[in-house]
């Protein structure tokens, strides 16, 4: 996937005319960088596992949901809290998914080394319980967890530690090759707990269209014109570089995250404030719920974080916590 930077290196792409690929980052402008500098990344330190069973009807018939959940494909969360011990420990987050074919997956990640990575549904249990969620977890929860240790050997076990995030910022590079283009993981990976791999990938795509379309429409049918390059690439960053900000300055949020090279983790500490501020205001006001939907589902932008009315709701909240 990250190919495209070894095929400009290999061919002589991405630097000043007649400069060595070392060659002196002061003498780029407007912004611009050398190729060997376009990739930054920083490492949250990410653990997760997953284990997944294929259920027998009878059996998941009888796992312990309330009434209400019976029926519904849905999926549990449940975090620890924002305490500063939370946070410190690597605040945990557990999930609990039902899918389709009898499918049914238990999920737990956290951030750093702190906690031990949980192999099995008994260890899965400890790991649940040491939580220390705003609100404590249902009894029903562990009566599934029960009922799923009891079959534990039946689950396909994936234990994972994320590699860091990567950011290859194509927009920024000089002398690309007009036919040039990178979409998707091949630009950006992001902590994959924000779920913007489909709305990121979608996103690059329409940058495309759109570049493909200017160049149509300019009268260039036969040959791509010699900025299509550098045209899709600042299309692409106008609708997904603002996916890579958001997430990174919430990733600097936790202690364990190593930020990129020359920043500090205290970048965006007031606009991670109001996010979480925002985040508890979601289940009390409409308009913030709508929000925080559209922006994780990709709909929206985190511009709309800042709604003038949405703006006093969470001030207003913020000063009567403090």
Same mark, same amino acid.
Request: glycine residues 8%; hydrophobic residues 35%; charged residues 20%.
């Given at each position: 996937?990250?190919?495209?930077?070894?095929?400009?290196?290999?061919?002589?792409?991405?630097?000043?005319?007649?400069?060595?690929?070392?060659?002196?980052?002061?003498?780029?402008?407007?912004?611009?960088?050398?190729?060997?500098? @376009?990739?930054?990344?920083?490492?949250? &330190?990410?653990?997760?596992?997953? *284990?997944?069973?294929?259920?027998?009807?009878?059996?998941?018939?009888?796992?312990?949901?309330?009434?209400?959940?019976?029926?519904?494909?849905?999926?549990? #969360?449940?975090?620890?809290?924002?305490?500063?011990?939370?946070?410190?420990?690597?605040?945990?987050?557990?999930?609990?998914?039902?899918?389709?074919?009898?499918?049914?997956?238990?999920? $737990?990640?956290?951030?750093?080394? #702190?906690?031990?990575?949980? $192999?099995?549904?008994?260890?899965?249990?400890?790991?649940?319980?040491?939580?220390?969620?705003? &609100?404590?977890?249902?009894?029903?929860?562990f009566g599934i967890l029960d009922?799923?240790?009891?079959?534990?050997?039946? =689950?396909?076990?994936?234990?994972?530690?994320?590699? !860091?995030? $990567?950011?290859?910022?194509?927009?920024?590079?000089?002398?690309? !090759?007009?036919?040039?283009?990178?979409?998707?993981?091949?630009?950006?990976?992001?902590?994959?707990?924000?779920?913007?791999?489909?709305? &990121?990938?979608?996103?690059?795509?329409?940058?495309?269209?759109?570049?493909?379309?200017?160049? @149509?429409?300019? =009268?260039?049918?036969? $040959?791509?014109?010699?900025?299509?390059?550098v045209n899709f690439f600042a299309?692409?960053?106008?609708?997904?570089?603002?996916?890579?900000?958001?997430?990174?300055?919430?990733?600097?949020?936790?202690?364990?995250?190593?930020? *990129?090279?020359?920043?500090?983790?205290?970048? =965006?500490?007031?606009?991670?404030?109001?996010?979480?501020?925002?985040?508890?205001?979601?289940?009390?006001?409409?308009?913030?719920?709508?929000?925080?939907? #559209? *922006?994780?589902?990709?709909?929206?932008?985190?511009?709309?974080?800042?709604?003038?009315?949405l703006i006093l709701r969470v001030?207003?909240?913020?000063?009567?916590?403090?």
């Amino acid at each position: 996937a990250r190919v495209g930077l070894k095929w400009l290196q290999r061919h002589g792409y991405g630097y000043l005319p007649d400069s060595a690929p070392s060659s002196n980052p002061q003498n780029y402008t407007n912004g611009t960088l050398p190729l060997d500098q @376009l990739k930054i990344s920083l490492d949250q &330190k990410l653990r997760y596992t997953s *284990i997944i069973f294929r259920l027998r009807p009878e059996f998941h018939d009888r796992l312990p949901f309330p009434p209400h959940l019976k029926n519904v494909k849905q999926i549990c #969360t449940y975090m620890d809290d924002g305490s500063e011990e939370s946070i410190k420990a690597g605040k945990g987050m557990f999930v609990l998914v039902r899918a389709d074919g009898g499918h049914f997956c238990a999920f $737990t990640g956290h951030y750093g080394s #702190t906690r031990s990575q949980p $192999t099995n549904i008994t260890e899965m249990k400890a790991y649940v319980r040491s939580f220390k969620p705003k &609100k404590p977890i249902p009894d029903w929860i562990f009566g599934i967890l029960d009922m799923l240790e009891d079959i534990q050997d039946e =689950g396909s076990v994936s234990a994972l530690k994320i590699p !860091p995030t $990567t950011y290859v910022q194509y927009h920024r590079a000089v002398n690309l !090759p007009s036919n040039f283009v990178a979409l998707g993981d091949s630009v950006i990976t992001v902590n994959p707990v924000f779920g913007e791999g489909a709305a &990121k990938a979608l996103r690059c795509a329409l940058s495309l269209h759109k570049t493909l379309h200017s160049a @149509l429409s300019s =009268g260039s049918k036969d $040959t791509l014109q010699p900025d299509f390059s550098v045209n899709f690439f600042a299309e692409a960053c106008n609708k997904t570089d603002w996916i890579w900000q958001n997430t990174r300055l919430t990733d600097y949020g936790l202690p364990t995250t190593e930020p *990129i090279a020359g920043e500090s983790l205290s970048s =965006g500490a007031f606009l991670r404030r109001y996010g979480n501020h925002m985040q508890s205001l979601a289940p009390k006001n409409e308009l913030a719920a709508w929000v925080l939907y #559209t *922006i994780i589902a990709g709909l929206g932008t985190p511009i709309d974080a800042l709604h003038p009315r949405l703006i006093l709701r969470v001030l207003w909240s913020m000063c009567w916590s403090s």
